[in-house]
């Protein structure tokens, strides 16, 4: 009788399958699987597949309610700094002053716009994610095979696997034929995953359950047969999603210090305008004068360019970054980069190749190097440093190892516009690239000699051969697990011939084995059989003569071992996340130089008997995690944020998207990335290379750097102009500045300059110093000291030129003065903040031509308002002489030499 049909009838056994998600499958026998989803190998009923779809719903990934785009929208306006802004738009067009009231609403809507467009890409990770899963399912339903939706699959269901099928849902194997199923994305195992039906320790991770299939991968080699053990969010791919979509974007350093520095400039600006109001009022000026002189002067005093400006100067460091291999997907995440602090960055492919490498051959008892790395057949046979040469006949015949390298094997080695990649299994293209290295061309010998059969490689065999029709007869060719085809060989090639396979020589074999998977190599054995021209398929793979060993791997990226020791100098540490094995990870680890003085490894079997606190107290001592799943990774991450760290971290797969999104900065992949994780980025490496991080981490401290001498440069002009007009007040109850010429400083020297700044290119020191502290805003000790000490200068300099001018000039003619001084002193002051801590004779006055034409239309622009006539009435300013000229230029002289002497004194 078909067990499924009695679900109808049989309350305990629904209960029982409503609690499936809660159990392990990989540790159960075929049969108990079976019984636990109540089915069978001919697969349930139509009638109970639709009550199952009820019960679980269907096949899908789900989501909580999205954001709507309007409440994103509203979202960008709600920073304390735009909130001034705005109320200090609506205030100026109240009082008339229109032009400035829409010049600052443009500012805000550009800067919300921007930030809303953003967000809005960020939800697409969800709807990557659903992409993932396959469309059709092939499953068998009361014996029968059917194709359907994938969004039918229901727990109990028996599938259908073969080459090229997405998985639809996660399933326990019941039949495996050579099935191979890539997993990358989802566990990180770089190559395709051989999968068996045995019974797997409940202990083991996902990427060891080896009888197990999940939603989201692939086959791509044999066929299986699986039995449906978890559908929709209840898969492993579904967790993720879950994951994914409970994270919440801290905001970022910057945003914070600017949020910071509004609520400081706000309050204290608010202050400030209501004492000097106040006094203005009780030194006998019109009250309606002075509240338009104090909404004018509140206004000059919020630097209302600044969200501008900074947005700006992310865009321009975002191009840069382009130029450099890294595309920056929100703004404000190029800053966090500079604070980074921590780098965790996967294995494969972006501290290494993704492209295996044979690094050693074993042959006829000598041990070669192969140099080379990559896809390129390019490199030399070496015995220590003597150079082998792979022509010579000793070599090549009759035991020719390159020869079966080309012969058994299936792949394609390509070069498609100078680029060299494989078509097929990475093992395999490793080996071909190896045989063309030694001058056999896999495309050309295949062409010469013809293949007649073959015994394909499986997961029970550990080994495939190929048969070929040769001018000297038949030959068998094998290569597979050295174990398995040292037992297939009863003789060995040495010397130019064939003898005996002695037990000692077969002990000894195993040993280089050992020694070469130490180096955290994958290690394959070659040999070869003549055959006569009928032979018995059976005893092909007996009585063979072994030729010899290839050790690969997946070589470091050359590159990365100078960006890592680059990171040490800038007190940035390195720590490899990856999905591989231990030895694999320590042996790239020490190649590249990431290990420090008692520094250490971690699994995620050991990672799982540790509790948060044993992690926090230990995390800073790790440099490589290896078989971790994407649980491990948040944890990794939540302990190192808690140590106070700004983490970076790098992924490619459907796993890496909820770390990536946890990250103070997601970096993704952009070649072999998924879309799952690229979505939930902030960055993507169009190169996939590590150094382009390193890159974008300079960039990221340029560019903070450039935001704050900018702000500094501006502090400086802010409170002097309050300083001006209170001291004025107070001394002489005279007004040095009237509101449109206050408003008027405050639109150009915080316009083009600090835009001009911001394009300033990185100190050669910027590297070579540890991050900035997370909690240090924009607003340091040393920032507030040098823009009170250039304040308080312009403000001496003015109401000394105001007293001098008004008492010979007449109080137009003063107010000019004053008015030009300002602007004068500010282009001076602006040259002052290319460097935070360099002269600008070291760093060149003329190197950056940006702020040079910068500041020459910005002079432009006042001597607009000085000699154009139609202007002089609206700014209350008279043409100024040359003496006039002389004696300003002197002084605003002043505020460069000023801090050129600080400089100086604080390099001793």
Partial sequence: ???????????????????????????????????????????????????????????????????????????????????????????????????????????????????????????????????????????????????????????????????????????????????????????????????????????????????????GTSVTYGRGKAVVTATGMKTELGSIAGMLEKIEREKTPLQFDLDRLGVWIGIITMIVVAFVSILGVMSGFDIIDMFIWGVALAVAAIPEALPAVVTVCLALGVRRMVKRHALVRKLPSVETLGATTVICSDKTGTLTRDEMTVRNIYIEGRMLDVTGSGYEPVGDFMIGDIKINPEEEDFKAPGNMLLICALCNDSELVNEKSTWHIKGDPTEGALAVLAQKGGIRKHEVEKMYRRIDEIPFSSERKMMTTIYSMPGGVFAYSKGAPEVILDSCSSIYQNGSVVELKVDEKVQIIEVVKTMASRAQRVLAFSQKPLKDSYPVNDVEKEMVFIGLAGMIDPPREEVKTAIATCKRAGIKTVMITGDHQLTGCTVAKELGLFGKGEMTLTGAKLDTMDDNDLERIVENVSVYARVTPAHKMRIIDALKKKGHVVAMTGDGVNDAPALKSADIGIAMGITGTAVSKEASDMILTDDNFTSIVAAIEEGRNIFKNIRNFVQYGIGCHIGEVLIVLIAMLTWQEIPLIAIQILWINLITDGLPPIALSVEPPDKSLMMKAPRRPDEGIITKRVLVYGLAIGILIALQALFLFRWSLDGSGLLKARTMVFTLIVISMMFNAFNWRSERLSIFEIGIFSNRTLLYAVGSTILLQLLVIYAPILNGPFNTVPLGLMDWVIIILLASTTLIFVEVSKFFEAK
Avoid: W
């Fill in 1 to 215: 009788m078909f067990c499924a049909n009695c679900v109808n009838k049989n309350i305990k056994g629904i209960l029982k399958l409503k609690n499936h998600n809660e159990m392990y499958y990989h540790d159960q026998k075929i049969e108990d699987v079976f019984g636990s989803l109540v089915t069978s190998s001919q697969g349930i009923t139509e009638q109970d597949a639709a009550k199952r779809l009820v019960t679980y719903g269907p096949n899908e990934l789900i989501e909580d309610r999205q954001t709507s785009r309007f409440e994103m929208l509203i979202s960008q306006f709600k920073g304390f700094l735009i909130i001034i802004l705005i109320a200090a738009a609506v205030v100026s067009a109240l009082l008339g002053e229109i032009a400035d009231s829409i010049i600052i609403l443009l500012i805000v809507i550009l800067s919300g716009v921007l930030g809303f467009f953003q967000d809005y890409r960020a939800q697409k990770a969800i709807e990557a994610l659903k992409k993932m899963a396959a469309p059709t399912a092939t499953v068998l339903r009361s014996a029968n095979k059917s194709v359907i939706p994938a969004s039918g699959v229901v727990p109990g269901d028996i599938i259908l696997l073969q080459t090229g099928d997405g998985i639809p849902a996660d399933s326990r194997l019941i039949e495996s034929i050579n099935l191979q199923v890539d997993e990358a994305s989802l566990t990180g195992e770089s190559t395709p995953v051989p999968k068996i039906t045995d019974i797997i320790s409940r202990e083991a991770l996902v990427a060891d359950r080896k009888n197990m299939v999940y939603m």
